[in-house]
């Protein structure tokens, strides 16, 4: 399977001597569950999109330090996109930016809270669907976001709720998929993030909150498999 990757930021400078950027992150993370997946990097964020919505079997939306209601040419131009991937079917995913990229697009509403989400969160399933194997409730992914999604698009239906985020999973029809976690992230990289940008920002405790969940668990290569087999639009048991 060659998935899209739309690519609307770099990773965090720091990271980038081990985890290089999102292509690699994405490519190990879906090769633990299956090493016939490969990523075709588009480099959203500097204005290079695909040509057709059936370019690549699938695509995936990565995150960005950027509000997706910014008034920025790129980002019109992926939600012009996202509304031609949900006319065509395509199957995508999107993660945190992603996420709200798909929501904002089809008329949902997003807007930056007050509260912080950053650590180690648990998802709660409101609805465990077909592409979502049995495994553990709730499922503990790292956030790192101010923005969220208040109001869902018209057609999308809630997935999962985070303590944080009531709208942290929400699908629309059987081939858009957004994810407010970084299923992404290890423990490793989220401490360095952390540590690196929200030390002198972010209010107290915020960051001390966020650091003690470093150990809690982990299920994100869970995660990676069910946004895989929504993809691959595998249903049942």
Same mark, same amino acid.
């Given at each position: 399977?060659?998935?899209?990757? !739309?690519?609307?930021?770099?990773?965090?400078?720091?990271?980038?001597?081990?985890?290089?950027?999102? @292509?690699?992150?994405?490519? $190990?993370?879906?090769?633990?569950?299956?090493?016939?997946?490969?990523?075709? $990097?588009?480099?959203?964020?500097?204005?290079?999109?695909?040509?057709?919505?059936?370019?690549?079997?699938? &695509?995936?939306? /990565?995150?960005?330090?950027?509000?997706?209601?910014?008034?920025?040419?790129?980002? @019109?131009?992926?939600?012009?996109?996202?509304?031609?991937? $949900?006319?065509?079917?395509?199957?995508?995913?999107?993660?945190? +930016?992603?996420?709200?990229?798909?929501?904002?697009? !089809?008329?949902?509403?997003?807007?930056?809270?007050?509260?912080?989400? !950053?650590?180690?969160?648990?998802?709660?399933?409101?609805?465990?669907?077909? &592409?979502?194997?049995?495994?553990?409730?709730?499922?503990?992914?790292?956030?790192?976001?101010?923005?969220?999604?208040?109001?869902?698009?018209?057609?999308?239906?809630?997935?999962?709720?985070?303590?944080?985020?009531?709208?942290?999973?929400?699908?629309?029809?059987? @081939?858009?998929?957004?994810?407010?976690?970084?299923?992404?992230?290890?423990?490793?990289?989220?401490?360095?993030?952390?540590?690196?940008?929200?030390?002198?920002?972010?209010?107290?405790?915020?960051?001390?909150?966020?650091?003690? /969940?470093?150990?809690?668990?982990?299920?994100?290569?869970?995660?990676?498999? &069910?946004?895989?087999? +929504? !993809?691959?639009?595998?249903?049942?048991?």
């Amino acid at each position: 399977m060659q998935i899209g990757l !739309l690519r609307c930021d770099e990773i965090f400078e720091d990271l980038r001597p081990r985890y290089e950027g999102y @292509h690699r992150l994405f490519t $190990d993370l879906f090769g633990a569950v299956r090493p016939d997946v490969s990523f075709v $990097d588009y480099p959203v964020v500097d204005g290079t999109l695909p040509r057709s919505a059936d370019e690549q079997d699938a &695509w995936l939306i /990565t995150g960005s330090v950027r509000g997706v209601y910014e008034d920025e040419p790129w980002i @019109h131009d992926l939600l012009d996109l996202v509304r031609d991937l $949900d006319a065509a079917r395509a199957p995508t995913v999107g993660v945190c +930016f992603g996420h709200q990229a798909i929501a904002q697009a !089809l008329g949902g509403r997003v807007e930056r809270v007050e509260t912080w989400g !950053l650590g180690n969160r648990p998802i709660n399933l409101d609805a465990r669907e077909g &592409w979502m194997e049995s495994g553990p409730d709730p499922v503990g992914v790292f956030y790192c976001h101010r923005d969220q999604v208040l109001d869902l698009p018209g057609e999308a239906r809630l997935i999962a709720s985070s303590d944080h985020c009531p709208a942290a999973v929400l699908a629309v029809g059987d @081939h858009l998929l957004g994810v407010q976690a970084h299923p992404e992230f290890d423990a490793h990289y989220a401490d360095i993030l952390y540590r690196g940008r929200y030390t002198s920002s972010s209010p107290p405790g915020v960051l001390d909150d966020a650091l003690a /969940t470093l150990d809690a668990p982990l299920h994100r290569v869970e995660v990676a498999s &069910w946004m895989l087999r +929504f !993809l691959r639009g595998e249903y049942g048991t």
